[in-house]
């Protein structure tokens, strides 16, 4: 399975993007038909009024007729009585159908950003949140574009009909020029288009940096990398205000071109229907008649201009928005379950991926098995074979539960089954006891188990110290907490789920020796002494690692070492070294 990773920029299928964006106005068919129907007919009574103008003079002012006014009058008012409720009630169905769809595209992206199964598209986090948010609302205008197109087109037709019936030269002129310059318009949206893709490509990843430097700026400031971090997001921002400021003079070119041929046409119609007026083939009512027209219809061609503009920067956000959609799955998913596992031997043999080199490893029910990796890229790489987010192409060897071949069991199980906790701890905004529980199975014991897993990694006082205890409110990525206490948080949320197989990755770099301590006895006596559940520490700590059965040493991605902590202490200096603090 290939999973070479798609570049952000990298264009998208036409007939793709064609599919997604026929699909956003198929699913909303019923309620845009009504809403086209009510624009169309608002734009035919915005057309209709120079005519109704027109007619007054004739019928009534030219006349002096006093009852044809009357009558005038009343059908001015019902005129745009008709007007003002079409547009009110159409532009509600429209904009109900297009908020659908920027939703539907929304938990699309959500569900597939959330994949289990990863998605192979080179997007940083930051990178994949612009396209669920700013590119899913973008693509979904295009719903706006047609609908605005469809009600444009309306009054365009009804006045050409009027043109054409008041004078058919007139009329035909308007039926030429309009199509000419329609097609002018359309030779401007490519490069329209393809300035879009640059400037947004650009800017999701400027977001991305934004997104990714907020998060980890606690730890910027702590290596003193404040300021190569400000350095990178000012090129990138400097890039990307470059390719907008391209993708801008191109639009205002488009807007110029489309107000200037317009007002050239407008000035076209209105200097032959003054010279019709004066050779009398015109009345006075049918020359203000021709006017009105002439100066309405710039607007809907206007809105064709604009149209087409929404539509080719729609286009290039629905591309990018396939880009993430159509993504290939960096692992497979096409096991079978299996069924309720309460003790299970996790092992990996002759596994080579990245630095690791023919890794054999395996932890027994019960084990607590320490392991220390000289090179911490021997510990993501680890980590991740662990959680099975490498690509099968990307690595060798087998990885099993219980001598069943781990890729033959659904990554839903296999994670229920073996949950892996990274290093870094993700806290989301809300209540705090929620965030604990948030990857726990439900039942009548989770009370009971939030706090044996609270007291075990010395969480206690992070909950006592609020008044509303597990009820407390926690902001985005719990920063108002310190790193330790979100590190014994997220401990605390790992040892809830109560896995068979838990995994560990530096839990409590951040806790001080006093609590650290506290917390490696905590986890002894919740996992340690269980049968049935097995832990792996993927650490350096000497208080974790007296607490486990066994420890391994990875070192140049090989395991050269294995043994109780207390003999490779004893025997090992490299070990001490990587150890004692």
């Known amino acids: 399975m290939s999973t070479r990773a798609t570049e952000p920029d990298d264009p998208a299928p036409p007939s793709a993007v064609r599919r ?31 005519i109704a103008i027109g007619i007054t003079i004739d019928v009534a002012v030219a006349t002096r007729d006093l009852t044809a006014l009357a009558w005038c009058i009343g059908g001015t008012i019902a005129l745009f009585t008709v007007l003002a409720l079409a547009w009110r009630f159409g532009a509600r169905q429209t904009v109900i159908a297009l908020e659908r769809e920027t939703h539907g ?81 359309q030779l401007v949206g490519p490069p329209l288009s393809r300035r879009s893709v640059d400037a947004q490509a650009a800017t999701a990843t400027t977001t991305g940096l934004a997104t990714d430097f907020v998060t980890g700026l606690r730890t910027l400031r702590g290596i003193g990398a404040t300021g190569r ?14 390719k907008s400021l391209k993708a801008v003079s191109v639009t205002g070119v488009f807007q110029a071109i489309t107000t200037g041929l317009s007002g050239l046409f407008l000035a076209a119609v209105a200097g032959v229907a003054g010279w019709f007026t004066l050779s009398g083939r015109l ?57 309720t596992v309460e003790a299970v031997e996790l092992s990996l043999r002759g596994m080579t991926h990245r630095n690791l080199t023919g890794l054999d490893l395996s932890v027994a029910p019960g084990e607590t098995l320490g392991v220390v990796c000289h090179d911490p890229a021997d510990a993501d790489a680890l980590l991740n074979l662990v959680n099975r987010t490498v690509a099968t192409d990307d690595h060798d060897g087998r990885l099993t539960l219980g001598g069943i071949p781990a890729d033959t069991i659904t990554l839903t199980d296999y994670r229920r089954i073996v949950h892996v906790e990274p290093h870094r701890t993700t806290l989301f905004e809300g209540n705090l006891g ?3 529980t948030a990857a726990a199975a439900t039942g009548g014991d989770l009370a009971v188990r939030t706090d044996r897993a609270v007291t075990a990694a010395a969480a206690t006082d992070v909950i006592d110290s609020h008044p509303d205890g597990l009820n407390r409110h926690l902001d985005d990525q719990g920063r108002s907490l310190s790193g330790g206490q979100r590190q014994r948080l997220g401990l605390a949320r790992a040892l809830v789920t109560d896995p068979p197989i838990l995994v560990l990755h530096d839990p409590t770099t951040a806790i001080d020796a006093a609590t650290e301590e506290l917390a ?23 208080a974790l690692l007296g607490k486990t059965d066994r420890v391994v040493v990875i070192d140049a991605g090989r395991l050269v070492r294995s043994g109780t902590h207390h003999d490779l202490l004893e025997a090992d200096s490299d070990y001490r070294k990587a150890v004692l603090r």
């Open 283 to 339: 009345s006075i009512g049918e020359l203000i008649t021709v006017i009105g027209l002439a100066q309405f219809i710039a607007e809907p061609m206007r809105t064709l201009g604009m149209c087409s503009q929404i539509a080719a920067v729609a286009k290039a956000s629905a591309g990018r928005v396939i880009g993430l959609l159509a993504a290939p799955p960096v692992v497979a998913d096409s096991g079978t379950d299996t069924g």
């Open 20 to 50: 997604l964006l026929a699909g956003l106005v198929w699913r909303q068919k019923s309620r845009l038909g009504l809403g086209w129907l009510l624009l169309s007919l608002h734009q035919a009574c915005e057309a209709a009024v120079p």
């Open 229 to 242: 971090a400000a350095d990178r997001y000012r090129a990138s921002s400097e890039v990307a205000l470059g």
């Open 520 to 542: 490696a006895e905590g986890l002894a006596a919740l996992r340690g002494r269980n049968p049935s559940r097995s832990t792996i520490l993927i650490t350096s700590s000497p």
């Open 105 to 185: 595209l929304r938990m699309r992206l959500t569900r597939r950003a959330l994949d289990p199964r990863g998605h192979a598209t080179g997007l940083s986090t930051g990178e994949t949140l612009a396209v669920a948010t700013s590119d899913a609302e973008k693509a979904a205008l295009f719903i706006r574009a047609i609908s605005m197109g469809i009600a444009a087109v309306m009054a365009i037709v009804v006045s050409a009909i009027a043109l054409l019936w008041i004078d058919a030269p007139l009329g035909i002129g308007v039926l030429v020029g309009v199509p000419v310059l329609l097609g002018v318009l």
């Open 434 to 436: 929620a965030n604990l």
